[in-house]
């Protein structure tokens, strides 16, 4: 610790000191810090956006599925005679 504390303020060969050395050694940490918070924000956004979008697209076909289930029923009981009625099938599989 002694040896540290003996190169505090001394002047390097670029006429920097330790010190400042050391000042700009924390502000890049700091601003490359500040970078990586500000890709994690981003990356939350998209994250966000992305989910919104999932759920989006869950919910139309969903839709779809249920509009197309509907088209495949047959006709609703209630129009009666107008649906002729279905064929029994016999025991041997052939429609009697």
């Known amino acids: 610790m002694a040896k540290n504390e003996e190169n505090d303020g001394k002047i390097n060969e670029t006429g920097a000191t330790d010190i400042e050395n050391q000042a700009k050694k924390d502000k890049r940490n700091e601003q490359q810090t500040n970078?990586?918070?500000?890709?994690?924000?981003?990356?939350?956004?998209?994250?966000?956006?992305?989910?919104?979008?999932?759920?989006?697209?869950?919910?139309?076909?969903?839709?779809?599925?249920?509009?197309?289930?509907?088209?495949?029923?047959?006709?609703?009981?209630t129009k009666g005679s107008e649906t002729p009625p279905r064929k029994l099938k016999g025991n041997d599989g052939h429609a009697e």
């Not at 999932?54 to 609703?76: F, G, H, M």
């Open 35 to 77: 970078v990586n918070e500000q890709k994690t924000n981003l990356d939350r956004g998209r994250n966000k956006n992305t989910e919104s979008s999932n759920n989006d697209i869950t919910r139309y076909l969903a839709r779809a599925r249920s509009i197309s289930s509907k088209r495949s029923q047959p006709d609703s009981p």
